[in-house]
Nanobody, 115 residues
């Protein structure tokens, strides 16, 4: 069973930055797509950013230009660099990973942006 371990969440003031990390059990090379989703209280889970094994990326409209997803294969780690944080970015951030057969979710890490 694949496990995804997220870290880096916390409390930050509006306009600040955070970097989330996600380390999978086993090799990162097994995943075709990895990404980050978030869920705010009372709202549905939404895409934040995704990255393919080729390095191609896509972002949710609300984070374009502010967040950057990257994948360091040598460190076996997925990152999400978040800048210009807004109160609307508050929520639980989940790491996601997909193979051809299955998809996996982390437990989530809380990000709280104070205005």
């Amino acid at each position: 069973q694949v496990q995804l371990a997220e870290s880096g969440g916390g409390l930050v003031q509006a306009g600040g930055s955070l970097r989330l990390s996600c380390v999978p059990s086993g090799s990162i090379f097994r995943f075709n797509i990895m990404g980050w989703y978030r869920q705010a209280p009372g709202k549905q889970r939404e895409l934040v950013a995704r990255i393919g094994s080729s390095g191609s990326t896509s972002y949710g409209d609300s984070v374009k230009g502010r967040f950057t997803i990257s994948r360091d294969n040598a460190k076996n780690t997925l990152y999400l660099q978040m800048s210009g944080l807004k109160s609307q970015d508050t929520g639980v951030y989940y790491c996601y990973a997909e193979t051809r057969r299955d998809d996996y979710w982390g437990q989530g890490t809380q990000v709280t942006v104070s205005s």
